[in-house]
């Protein structure tokens, strides 16, 4: 297990409580939904999430959507995602612990609607906000994402940018445990999205978000406001 792994089962109890992840999820939901298909398309899609944590994003798009996959490779995170569904509606989401691999996993073949096993189950959208500064091998995420979906489904994932060594001031030099890379940059996604085999890649700014951060880097005193702008890319698989 990964050291980034055991990180985020310290986190998972206190994850909620972050204003900053709360708030990139909440600006995050609109930039999803406005380049996702209208409501009475989307009704119908069946979706993954990657690296759902406890499930911020996963409640805010179930509601739009027939189903919803979340997983989470932190059984911590996982376990507090699972502890808020007795109490949401729709009932279409189901928790999976696991760092996935391979698209014909069989943890991720059962309906959370009808509770039926589907072997090879595929999907019509694969979502991942806040992730892939985490991930070792991008190219190898993306190919497994790519397996996962139906054709013509949609991979679209969030995460901020790496707009040059400032980005660094995301994490405080005391949390850079599992982080790969200090954002994303945008020539590296989209070289990705289309080495995986999606087409019609597109990459672009969704927010600005506001985060306070180390006034000095190792200081541990977080009083300094900077702003960070998040990517939002996507692309389809033929
Ligand atoms: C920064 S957190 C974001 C969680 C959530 N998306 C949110 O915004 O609150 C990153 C999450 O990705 C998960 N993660 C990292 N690599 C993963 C992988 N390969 N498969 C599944 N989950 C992964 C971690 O366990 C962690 O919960």
Request: hydrophobic share 40%.
């Amino acid at each position: 297990m990964s050291s980034g792994n055991e990180r985020f089962n310290e986190d998972a109890l206190a994850w909620d409580t972050q204003p900053s992840v709360q708030r990139a999820t909440a600006l995050a939901h609109p930039a999803y939904l406005s380049r996702l298909p209208p409501p009475a398309t989307l009704s119908t899609y069946d979706v993954l999430e990657i690296g759902s944590g406890t499930g911020l994003l996963s409640l805010r798009i179930s509601p739009s959507v027939r189903s919803l996959t979340a997983v989470d490779a932190a059984e911590g995170m996982i376990a507090m995602l699972t502890a808020k569904l007795p109490t949401h509606t729709p009932p279409n989401i189901l928790p999976v612990c696991a760092l996935l691999e391979d698209p014909d996993d069989p943890r991720i073949g059962t309906d959370p609607v009808t509770n039926n096993f589907v072997r090879n189950r595929r999907f019509d959208l694969v979502i991942s906000h806040l992730v892939l500064h985490h991930i070792p091998s991008p190219p190898a995420l993306f190919s497994t994402l790519y397996g996962c979906l139906k054709s013509g489904g949609t991979v679209m994932v969030t995460d901020y940018e790496d707009f040059g060594p400032e980005a660094r001031r995301f994490h405080p030099e005391s949390r850079m445990d599992g982080v790969e890379r200090h954002g994303v940059r945008r020539a590296d996604v989209r070289a990705w999205l289309e080495g995986a085999g999606f087409v019609d890649v597109r990459v672009e700014t969704a927010f600005e978000m506001e985060k306070k951060v180390e006034t000095e880097p190792g200081s541990g005193v977080i009083e300094h406001d900077m702003v960070f702008p998040f990517l939002i890319c996507w692309g389809t698989k033929p």
